[in-house]
């Protein structure tokens, strides 16, 4: 009885490994932005540009650091000049030690910082057992660029840009996932339809084949069109070892793509259910520059055209910059004499340059930036006009083929019914071998057609989807 057992649970297996995984455009499309490669690298880059925002957003913030040298040991022997004038060489060992404590923050609209400071400074001279100390208790200063250009005030702008544009980029390349998924699907959808038809062509021709040789033997058929018939049945033997290698490796490319492990064989519904959709172009225009990244894009590039002219100018004249600090500061033979009457500390200091002869560089380099600036606006334009003409011919596309599906899928039912009716008036001796074929083939071509027509409506469904990011069945923006 166990063995009995055994070998039910051992078919039971078998039968459920050899049943084909049935899968529908809309797994496909799941596995597909869940799994595949592509679909993680999009994911990666959205995680890489948050960062880089992140990065961008702590530069504004105050930042508080620590730095120094401990230890700064020295031994050594230096130069050092007598009265008289010749030169002595003396031994030296002290460590010069340095903590340095300081609150920055940076000022986007004038590009300059402001800074809070705290110092001490450890000195001690070996060779003579002597220590000292200085330091300063508080300070505060700040550094402005006057004349220059501010790289901070245009980071403001182009910034957050970059991260939007970053954001709508991922759910595009999520949406490009799902138009490539679509290919792979109806590649191979394709070719399994076409595996099905030389498999069935093949089947029929054998058949008729058979009932020829019995007409012949009945003096109610030519040799001739059993000649005919017999290279028929030849020829579906080719069409089906070649379709059928070929849906392997349509297959193979599928699970390639969506990253599919399973080692059953994949069988594809054919999606014939489609939503009645009417898409208003106005509409689609409008979506697609408040959610594609390419309409971001359009504004970040004109502002960094605008950008480059400015620094174009701004390097080219007077740079010059102000550099203030006001505090107190001590030194002691003991750590806490800094701190005993400390005396003012003050520091200002300008520094500039004038360029005065450049042999029209600077023009040159302002000029260049213009003439840039100008290009730019001119292809950002062109893009613009090319993004609306995209859209607009997606939107009439996939308008024209609602209709062709519906077309294809009648010429599909009439091309089977109408080989139907010549197969049987063949068989009753009632239809040439020569009509036979042609209605074979006008059979083929019209379920062949039909779900081409689906693979196209499909392709342009996604498409407009990806043009506009936008969900026209639930008329919602996409997300993720």
Not at 151 to 165: A, F, N
Not at 192 to 203: C, D, G, P, T
Not at 225 to 237: E, F, P, R
Not at 447 to 462: K, N, S, V
Request: charged content about 20%; proline content about 3%; aromatic content about 10%.
């Amino acid at each position: 009885m166990k063995i009995i057992c055994t070998y039910l649970l051992l078919f039971v297996s078998v039968v459920a490994v050899a049943q084909p995984q049935v899968l529908t455009l809309n797994d496909v499309v799941q596995m597909a932005k869940s799994q595949s490669i592509s679909a993680k690298q999009a994911a990666t880059q959205k995680q890489t540009s948050y960062w880089q925002y992140r990065t961008f957003q702590a530069g504004f913030k105050p930042q508080l650091s620590l730095d120094g040298s401990l230890p700064n040991f020295e031994r050594s022997f230096i130069q050092v000049t007598q009265p008289d004038g010749t030169i002595s060489f003396q031994p030296i060992s002290n460590n010069n030690s340095v903590l340095n404590l300081s609150l920055s923050q940076n000022i986007a609209p004038t590009g300059g910082s402001v800074f809070v400071q705290k110092q001490i400074q450890r000195f001690d001279d070996f060779q003579r057992n002597n220590r000292l100390y200085n330091g300063i208790p508080f300070a505060v200063g700040f550094k402005q660029p006057l004349f220059q250009f501010n790289p901070m005030k245009w980071d403001r702008k182009i910034e957050p840009l970059k991260y939007q544009e970053s954001n709508q980029f991922f759910i595009e390349s999520m949406e490009k996932v799902t138009v490539s998924a679509t290919a792979y699907y109806f590649d191979l959808l394709v070719a399994q339809v076409n595996l099905q038809i030389a498999e069935k062509n093949l089947s029929n021709n054998d058949t008729l084949y058979k009932i020829a040789q019995h007409k012949l033997d009945l003096g109610k058929i030519s040799q001739n069109d059993i000649l005919q018939l017999q290279m028929g049945v030849l020829t579906a033997k080719k069409e089906f070892a070649s379709a059928r290698q070929n849906a392997e490796i349509a297959s193979l490319s599928l699970r390639s793509y969506m990253g599919y492990r399973d080692d059953r064989k994949l069988e594809l519904v054919v999606p014939t259910q489609l939503n009645e959709l009417t898409i208003d172009v106005q509409k689609a225009l409008n979506e697609a520059f408040n959610n594609r990244s390419d309409a971001i894009a359009f504004r970040r590039r004109a502002l960094e055209a605008q950008r480059d002219v400015d620094k174009a100018r701004k390097d080219n004249g007077l740079n010059a910059t102000l550099n203030a600090a006001f505090g107190l500061s001590n030194r002691g033979a003991n750590l806490a004499d800094i701190y005993v009457r400390p005396q003012d500390r003050e520091y200002l200091e300008v520094q500039f340059v004038l360029p005065i002869m450049t042999w029209g560089r600077a023009q040159a380099r302002t000029e260049t930036a213009k003439a840039t600036q100008q290009l730019v606006t001119q292809t950002v334009e062109q893009d613009k006009l090319t993004f609306e003409q995209a859209i607009y011919t997606q939107v009439t596309l996939l308008q024209m083929l609602q209709q062709q599906v519906k077309l294809t899928a009648e010429a599909d039912a009439i091309g089977q019914q109408r080989y139907q009716i010549a197969q049987n008036r063949f068989i009753l001796s009632d239809l040439s071998v020569t009509d036979l074929g042609i209605a074979m083939q006008e059979k083929d071509r019209a379920r062949r057609d039909a779900i081409l027509a689906l693979r196209d409506y499909w392709t342009a469904f996604y498409t407009i989807r990806l043009l506009t990011l936008y969900d026209f069945e639930r008329n919602e923006k996409i997300k993720y």
